[in-house]
T-cell receptor, first 110, second 117 residues
Framework: SQQGEEDPQALSIQEGENATMNCSYKTSINNLQWYRQNSGRGLVHLILIRSNEREKHSGRLRVTLDTSKKSSSLLITASRAADTASYFCATDPGGFKTIFGAGTRLFVKA | GAVVSQHPSWVICKSGTSVKIECRSLDFQATTMFWYRQFPKQSLMLMATSNEGSKATYEQGVEKDKFLINHASLTLSTLTVTSAHPEDSSFYIC?????????????FGSGTQLSVL
């Protein structure tokens, strides 16, 4: 079953703009991760934030986590055309599983 | 970084035939691998958790006799779609964790696009 819901489902922006994607989940978690998927390919891990963390940065990525609201956001700053992809949040609710959200399809126009 | 090799990348088969998909961890050991199914423009749906040396754990609604999983070594898991039908056409992706790493992140294969005619 799906754990996370993401919004927006699709996002189209100009190169250089920031892109923000949100993820909500239902159960308590140990950590939350964000992955990227280029069309027809496997997923690539971007960043992991633990349940006791509130914010994390990695290059142009900034992730926040609000466990009281069961939500997370992924911000990509100064977007590039190469950032065009689908982005998924994934949660570890325990039991060694990783459950993926519905995903946001990001299109960055050059 | 850790590499997971999945093949074939795509396969076209006739209805009623069986298709085997392999997932290998190339430079790390994985006691557990995961098999996902993805429909176009949708998310990944966990099908089963493959455990080395024991039976796979299937998610609710996934037919274990339809999707046979074998995890005979620490670096190889296979998914066999038996008696495939057009409704089995989908993108199948495997993933694995490094048992020697404390990092919980998953490493993914590049996926297999299955088309059943």
């Amino acid at each position: 079953s799906q754990q996370g819901e993401e919004d927006p489902q699709a996002l189209s922006i100009q190169e250089g703009e920031n892109a923000t994607m949100n993820c909500s989940y239902k159960t308590s978690i140990n950590n939350l991760q964000w992955y990227r998927q280029n069309s027809g390919r496997g997923l690539v891990h971007l960043i992991l934030i633990r349940s006791n963390e509130r914010e994390k940065h990695s290059g142009r990525l900034r992730v926040t986590l609000d466990t009281s609201k069961k939500s997370s956001s992924l911000l990509i700053t100064a977007s590039r055309a190469a950032d065009t992809a689908s982005y998924f949040c994934a949660t570890d609710p325990g039991g060694f599983k990783t459950i993926f959200g519905a995903g946001t399809r990001l299109f960055v126009k050059a | 970084g850790a590499v997971v090799s999945q093949h074939p990348s795509w396969v076209i088969c006739k209805s009623g035939t069986s298709v085997k998909i392999e997932c290998r961890s190339l430079d790390f050991q994985a006691t557990t691998m995961f098999w996902y199914r993805q429909f176009p423009k949708q998310s990944l749906m966990l099908m089963a958790t493959s455990n080395e040396g024991s039976k796979a754990t299937y998610e609710q609604g996934v037919e274990k006799d339809k999707f046979l999983i074998n995890h005979a070594s620490l670096t190889l898991s296979t998914l066999t779609v038996t008696s495939a039908h057009p409704e089995d056409s989908s993108f199948y992706i495997c993933s694995a964790r490094d048992i020697h790493s404390t990092n919980e992140k998953l490493f993914f294969g590049s996926g297999t696009q299955l088309s059943v005619l």
